[in-house]
């Protein structure tokens, strides 16, 4: 659960990023708006959102890939926009680190996995000695035999693996937070569970706290402590995972828990499911609660009643 | 129940064919489609599901036929040239392909995509056709206006069900529909497979193989489970039975590692299956899933011979009866 007597590791406040497109006729997307969370070390939080809805944008902003078109984020209490030439910036990617979908473009399929190693001992840690010896402690750390990977190319390894090795270098980093991109998405569901349990024994035994991004919702629900759920770029609930789970309050968190299919619960054959009809009960939602903004329904749920 | 069996498909196999030597990936598979089923197919990347839909529907190399038959409506398809089973196409048996989302030729309009098709068949596009797509498309819950639109001004929901009222357009008897939904985001699922069935109880459809990874999905609308392992059929039955009653170690092992709403891990850890799924390539007999099986014996060096537990459930296992049933979910 979130200790809220800790400090936040990550502070996320009112971002908000517009892309614009088109040389002409200029195009502005709002893909994320006026965003604001906390993550406290050690637990997982999860942003859930279909595709399009800004979970990605929030990522990257955060792994300072893209500029914030407003708004703030700060890691251990310092604004990550100030951060300041290349040993500053460094120093931040030694603690903030980021795992994507796709394990195969992750990796230069020209460098065995040795040589990836190597280039994170070249860049942020010139000073360990024992190259070798650490790295084949963290490789046991996540399950995979040293000598079996390490003299390997990328293409004779498989998702699951590549994916332990990405978790691998962020432990060597010694990484305070961890944005997972979809992390599991491409994996098995037989090879998923491994993974997932791995990254949550992690977070508990070194305070890691993880931004876990993913689309599916009985995923999110079995690792996270904390729930974001997002739409359209703006975060409609946020609370403690039981509680978005089994009182969820917005038109659309409960229209995507409707949608989801879990095994053991039959969707209502009856119910005329229609994706579409959701814009129109939200804009309902928004109607009657009128005035209550981003409100808090209870000491740990918080949800966009409206958007005045 | 024979006569009510649409397609029949016995011992078929089908290998890529590469200077390697052969990728086993279908290799001995048997079942039967029934008449106003789905039939789910479920399994693992690299099991199979896939390559068992483009033996049925389109073969190209390396893909090839090495032995076996699918008896659809009473003709044995594989033995079919290309030209007579093309005329069946999109008639009476049609995919839904994987990635259908980029199916669509992006510099032309979905009406005149849809023209295009039916004259490739050989049938008139008038305008009786296009008010029968007219039709269909308000009942899939799209303006018929996205005739006039390109791929490109859809979204991947519209673009599926675009794709899905193509494929069923000439009311097939039997649709392959191959990881539709996959692509797609939790409410557009709903709506894709939910549309499926409802073509189906509609009559628009006659049977359906809905082949994904994803056996959440199946359980809500599925009739029958296949599950698939290493080019096997390792497991068939009915939902209920499959899901709440595997016997197969490889079923077991699959349902206790999926997530559920409502598991967290602090209450209840579950496990993935140790291990990766074999190579198939140039592989030898016994049952696929050895390697990573905790109930493995001697005997499992032979491929095991399918069983009946109940005149619905069957089984590819040597050890099932000393395994027993295991309660999932």
Redesign the interface.
């Known amino acids: 659960m979130v200790d809220r007597k800790q400090e936040p590791i990550l502070r996320v406040e009112n971002l908000t990023k517009v892309f614009s497109s088109g040389v002409f006729f200029r195009q502005f997307t709002e893909a994320v708006r006026e965003v604001s969370f906390e993550m406290y070390p050690g637990t997982i939080m999860s942003l859930i959102g279909e595709s399009g809805s800004g979970k990605t944008t929030i990522g990257r902003m955060v792994l300072k890939l893209l500029r914030p078109t407003a708004g703030k984020i700060y890691f251990q209490e310092q604004d990550i926009a100030t951060l300041r030439g290349k040993a500053e910036l460094r120093e931040y990617y030694r603690r903030v680190q980021g795992v994507f979908q796709d394990p195969f473009s992750s990796f230069n399929p020209l460098f065995r996995v040795d040589r990836v190693f190597d280039m994170v001992y070249d860049v942020f840690l010139p000073d360990v000695k024992d190259r070798e010896e650490r790295t084949r402690e963290v490789l046991r750390k996540v399950n995979l035999n040293p000598e079996r990977v390490l003299h390997q190319f990328p293409h004779q390894l498989s998702g699951g693996q590549l994916q332990r090795l990405l978790i691998a270098r962020a432990l060597l980093l010694d990484v305070k937070v961890l944005i997972a991109d979809e992390l599991i998405s491409m994996l098995d569901a037989s090879t998923r569970m491994g993974i997932l349990n791995l990254l949550a024994d992690i977070c508990q035994s070194t305070g890691m706290s993880v931004l876990f991004i993913t689309h599916d919702l009985a995923l999110g629900y079995y690792i996270s402590d904390y729930t974001m759920i997002m739409h359209r770029g703006r975060l409609v609930e946020q609370g403690a995972t039981a509680e978005v789970y089994h009182n969820p309050i917005h038109p659309y968190t409960r229209m995507l828990f409707r949608s989801v299919p879990d095994i053991g619960h039959r969707w209502d054959p009856k119910e005329k499911f229609v994706p579409e009809q959701v814009s129109r009960e939200i804009a309902e939602f928004y109607a009657s609660n009128s005035g209550r903004g981003f409100a808090q329904v209870s000491s740990s749920h918080k949800v966009l009643m409206s958007l005045d | 129940m024979a006569a009510d069996v649409i397609l029949d498909v016995q011992e078929l196999r089908a290998y890529y064919r590469i200077l390697k030597g052969d990728v086993k990936a279908v290799d001995g598979v048997t079942f039967q489609v029934v008449r106003g089923e789905i039939l789910g197919i479920a399994g693992?990347?690299g099991c199979g599901k896939s390559t068992l839909a483009h033996t049925l529907m389109l073969r190209k190399p390396p893909l090839t036929h090495i032995s076996g038959k699918a008896v659809f409506l009473g003709q044995d398809i594989m033995a079919m040239g290309k030209e007579a089973f093309r005329k069946r196409r999109l008639q009476d048996i049609s995919i839904i392909p994987q990635y259908a989302l980029d199916a669509l030729s992006p510099t032309k309009t979905i009406g005149t995509f849809f023209a295009d098709l039916v004259r490739e068949h050989g049938l008139p596009a008038d305008s009786a056709f296009f008010e029968r797509v007219r039709e269909r498309l308000r009942f899939v819950?799209l303006d018929p206006e996205v005739l006039d639109k390109y791929p490109i001004e859809l979204s991947?929901?519209m673009k599926q069900r675009v794709i899905m009222v193509i494929s069923t357009i000439l009311n097939p008897a039997l649709v392959i529909a191959d990881e539709i939904t996959s692509a797609l985001?939790?409410?557009?699922?709903?709506?894709a497979?939910?549309l499926l069935?409802e073509l189906r109880d509609k009559g628009i459809i006659g049977s359906a193989m809905f082949i994904t990874?994803?056996?959440?999905?199946l359980?809500?609308i599925a009739d029958r489970l296949l599950i698939m392992y290493g080019g096997h059929v390792v497991e068939t039955g009915p939902v209920e039975t499959i899901?709440h009653g595997p016997r197969h170690p490889y079923t077991q092992?699959?349902?206790s590692?999926?997530?559920?709403?409502?598991?967290?891990?602090k209450d209840q850890?579950?496990?993935?299956?140790?291990g990766?799924?074999p190579e198939l390539l140039n592989i030898g007999p016994g049952c696929r899933f050895r390697a990573r099986c905790p109930y493995r014996t001697q005997r499992c060096e032979e491929t095991p011979a399918t069983e009946n537990i109940s005149p619905e459930h069957s089984i590819a296992c040597w050890n099932y009866r000393d395994i027993g049933g295991e309660q999932v979910?």
Do not use: M
Not at chain 2, 185 to 191: A, C, N, T, Y
């Open positions: 693992e990347s819950n991947g929901g985001d939790v409410s557009s699922q709903r709506f497979a939910s069935v990874h994803d056996l959440a999905i359980y809500q899901v092992a699959l349902l590692s999926l997530p559920k709403v409502g598991v967290q891990i850890r579950l496990e993935g299956i140790k990766t799924p979910g």
